[in-house]
């Protein structure tokens, strides 16, 4: 069994109380199967003369299937076999399984799947034991030097002026033990593939920060734990399990390798000095060391053999940075009268001076450039592409989410031939912004394939039971209950173009009508006027960012004037007196989102809320009379919720101890609910007064789906107070990464 470190050795599942051992008592050498041969003292698979990547746990499996070919091997069997000291969920044995016949061609001729019990190995074994291929390699090593390849234990050739003597000997060995030989040619490698689940109770969401090691022996990624804090976590490819990196507790989004793979760079926010650090962390473990101060909300993208590192800036160009002195200077320059997005997503090249990047527009016709640490202008290589990345002689692109090679030369920047698929799947991506969700070094692919799950409208009680559904599933998202309680209005979504539009739900007359027909990139988020006869909603129409509109019952619409026309604007409610909306921005710029009122009144300018306070999450309410505002931030380094007074002075009281999100007032406005870090729907009764600080906390229910960032959990309450409409996913709420192992031998399947 695995130690866990990748030592395979003293396996405790291959024992040989379930061995069929039929060569006099000798123990087999190696099992041969079709083109296979297993070789268990040496730990591995060969398919002619190549060795066929497995996990260890998946040869172990693949151990005591052969050894026990022909007869049934129960999964409780198996497990406990594989795993005598843990407890493992039935998954990793299919897993395991899944993998082996990846491994041997998706070719079921040799494992059979026997429903509800377990596994049989039903392809014809032959066992060649140490003293049988000892004599042969005898009889082999009389022969000559010189001919074909010929296959018995291992590749051997035969002299010429002795061949149809050895031949006839080889025939004569080959009769009288059963043993057929057969002349190799060369085969190519196969893809193997495996998954990676989160490490923790979290889910993984929509995006997954990731990157493969320039050796192509490690992947890291981040991921959040129950409590919302992001971590680094390493896993070698011949590894089971990933390993957090204690030293990345808060880890700032993307990590990117040292050019020796044994150390990975990332930045960190300093709440203290309100600056970034880039720190570099041994991945062996141990503490991090701060290498140098940067601008805050910078990323930290790709490194290269001289510890130059290029970095993603809040101004949305790129920037360099030595850490021999810190000097941070600009490396590829943007004509932003053509790209009005800005710049993303640069990677090394193998020299080290030269990168690849992005070059963003609005319409997502973006531009692939070559640029250089010399500041010159970049060198445009692919229109319509984006997320762009080298390896293997090819260069990496995505259009819409479809990953796609072509043969690149980087010494002189120069593409040819024709792009090819790389794989079928839609990964994980952001149109406008250039993502796509996967990395890539020497053999080694990693990716996260598009999750969007359909999501249920349904009507729940205070107690956590569902009571009916008001909508057949679709890609709902953030739904609003009309002030009446008769209708919702929710954006439905487009996953495949990332586009969507707003529509009105009536469940009463089981009608649901789209009330907005842009079908904007990011889609339509709306709120009801507190007559319901006017919506405010968002979107990206007619220009890149999301503007405020006011549309009335007739479909007319009167737009709001942006405070900055470079920022994000969303509605997040209307004042009870319908006199101001309240609004969160997202400044593009700085990658910092606050809050803000936008009065209604003529000549009346927009104006910030809670000082300095900022947020990444998007979620307030107006109180029922309007006095008070609860909202989630995440100024703390996780979600919060608060309560500030509007309209007079007052600072905002933190109500939720231990992180929380979506914020909604119940009727009498005395009481909120909202969803903690674990996804309980908590109750909270506030003592209002100057401040509103929280008296009495209780949890309702626990909801039965955690969090998935591709239609987020989220509920509202009914205007009696009695009833919430929860969004839920239908179906897989969260995929793990995927990794494959020998990716060119997928290049330009899809299709075939």
């Known amino acids: ?29 190696f099992y041969e199967f079709g083109p296979f041969r297993l070789e268990p003292n040496e730990r591995r698979l060969l398919r002619g003369d190549e060795i066929v990547a497995l996990t260890p746990k998946a040869f172990d499996t693949l151990h005591l299937l052969v050894q026990n070919s022909g007869h049934l091997m129960e999964k409780d069997q198996l497990i406990r076999m594989l795993w005598p000291d843990t407890f493992v969920e039935e998954g990793s044995l299919s897993n395991n399984v899944f993998l082996l016949r990846k491994a041997l061609g998706d070719n079921s001729e040799y494992i059979e799947t026997v429903p509800g019990r377990g596994y049989r190995f039903i392809g014809s074994v032959r066992q060649l034991t140490k003293t049988v291929s000892m004599s042969l390699k005898g009889v082999l090593e009389a022969g000559s030097q010189s001919g074909p390849p010929m296959t018995l234990a ?27 030989y057969v002349q190799r040619a ?23 920060p990731l990157s493969v090691s320039p050796d192509g022996k490690k992947i890291a990624f981040v991921q959040n734990d129950e409590t919302q804090l992001p971590w680094v976590w390493v896993r070698g490819i011949g590894l089971s399990e990933p390993v957090k990196l204690e030293a990345t507790a808060g880890v700032a989004g993307l990590t990117a390798w040292a050019a020796d793979s044994n150390s990975l760079f990332f930045s960190m926010h300093d709440p203290v000095r309100n600056v970034d650090r880039l720190k570099r ?29 290029l970095l993603a800036s809040p101004d949305d160009t790129l920037k360099q940075i030595s850490i021999s002195d810190c000097a941070i200077t600009p490396t590829a320059p943007l004509d932003q009268t053509k790209y009005d997005v800005g710049e993303g997503w640069p990677k090394f090249l193998p020299d080290g001076q030269h990168f690849v990047y992005v070059a963003l527009r609005g319409d997502k016709r973006h531009d692939i450039y070559a640029g250089s640490l010399d500041g010159r202008p970049g060198k445009l290589l692919l229109h319509n592409s984006a997320a762009p990345s080298f390896a293997g002689g090819k260069l990496f692109f ?10 690149f030369d980087p010494d002189r920047l120069a593409l040819s031939g024709e792009p090819v698929h790389v794989l079928r799947s839609q990964l994980a991506f952001a149109g406008v912004y250039g993502f796509a969700n996967y990395a890539v070094a020497q053999n080694v692919l990693a990716y996260h394939e598009q999750l969007y799950p359909q999501m249920e409208l349904a009507w729940w009680d205070l107690n956590g039971t569902r009571l009916s559904a008001i909508v057949e599933p679709s890609h709902w998202e953030e739904p609003r209950v009309s002030p009446d309680g008769r ?78 026309l470079r920022n994000n604007y969303v509605p997040m409610d209307w004042s009870p007196d319908g006199a101001a909306l309240l609004y969160w921005e997202f400044d593009n710029q700085n990658q910092i989102g606050r809050y803000g009122i936008y009065p209604l009144a003529a000549n009346v300018e927009p104006y910030p809320l809670f000082g300095t306070l900022t947020s990444n999450v998007r979620d307030a309410r107006f109180s029922p009379d309007g006095k008070w ?52 729907v908590v109750s ?48 897989r709420a969260s995929v793990p990464i995927t990794v494959l192992v020998n990716w060119q031998s997928e290049l330009g399947k899809e299709g075939r």
């Not at 904007?520 to 990206?540: C, I, K, N, T, Y």
């Open 186 to 208: 060369p085969t190519p490698l196969l893809p193997i593939q495996f998954t990676v689940e989160s490490p923790t109770k979290e889910p993984f969401g929509y995006r997954i």
């Open 398 to 407: 995505a259009r819409d989410g479809y990953l796609y090679a072509q043969p």
């Open 487 to 564: 209708k919702i209005l929710s954006s439905d979504f487009d996953p495949l173009t990332h586009t969507g539009n707003l529509w009105v739900i009536d469940p009463a007359q089981k009608t649901t009508t789209a009330i907005t027909h842009d079908s904007p990139f990011g889609g339509v988020d709306g709120v009801w006027s507190p007559d319901g006869e006017r919506v405010a909603l968002a979107g990206a129409i007619g220009r890149a960012s999301q503007s405020i509109f006011i549309q009335a019952s007739d479909s007319s619409r009167t737009p709001l004037g942006s405070p900055d």
């Open 154 to 180: 291992v590749p051997l050739r035969l002299r010429e002026r002795s061949a149809w003597i050895a031949a006839a000997v080889l025939a004569v060995v080959a009769f009288g033990l059963g043993i057929r």
């Open 684 to 731: 909270t009764t506030l003592k209002l007064g100057e401040n509103a600080p929280a008296v009495e906390q209780h949890s309702l229910f626990q909801l039965p789906l955690s969090r998935n960032e591709n239609g987020a959990l989220c509920f509202e309450i009914a205007p009696d107070g009695k009833r919430l409409l929860l969004a839920t996913p239908v179906g």
């Open 629 to 680: 505002i609860a909202f989630s931030s995440d100024q703390s380094g996780r979600s919060e919720v608060y309560v500030a007074p509007f309209g007079t002075s007052g600072r905002a009281v933190q109500v939720s101890p231990k992180g929380g999100q979506n914020v909604r007032w119940m009727p009498d406005g005395k009481h909120l609910l909202y969803l903690a870090a674990d996804y309980r």
């Open 1 to 29: 069994m695995s130690n866990g470190d990748g030592r395979t050795g003293g396996s405790k599942g291959s024992g040989a109380a379930f061995s069929r051992d039929t060569t006099l008592g000798q123990t087999p050498e």
């Open 281 to 309: 962390v041994p991945i062996s473990g141990g503490s991090a060391e701060i290498l140098c101060d940067l601008p805050l909300n910078t990323r930290v993208m790709s490194a290269n053999q001289n510890d130059q590192l």
